[in-house]
């Protein structure tokens, strides 16, 4: 979560310089973890380096605001800080 950055009217910025790459049209090198990445990056197919990162904002969100990654299934045993930590 370290890496979404807010500017100055509260619109997030995807700051993974680690990923970073110039986008010169569709994209064929996966990159980012798993399950937060689009569905076509874990498919290895080409993709949208743009809309692949508004998939994983959208992932983040979720993972905020229900405290549960949204690809598993979710369980009373499971704490918000189980998701990171085991």
Do not use: Q
């Not at 370290?2 to 990159?31: M, Q, S």
């Amino acid at each position: 979560m370290e890496n979404i950055l807010l500017d100055e009217n509260f619109n997030p910025k995807i700051a993974d310089f680690g990923y970073a790459t110039y986008n010169t049209g569709k994209l064929i090198d996966p990159a980012g973890i798993p399950g937060y990445a689009a569905p076509e990056i874990c498919e290895n197919k080409l993709y949208d380096g743009y809309k692949a990162d508004i998939f994983s904002l959208g992932v983040i969100l979720y993972n905020l605001y229900t405290g549960n990654r949204p690809f598993i299934e979710p369980s009373k045993k499971r704490s918000f800080l189980s998701i990171y930590y085991g």
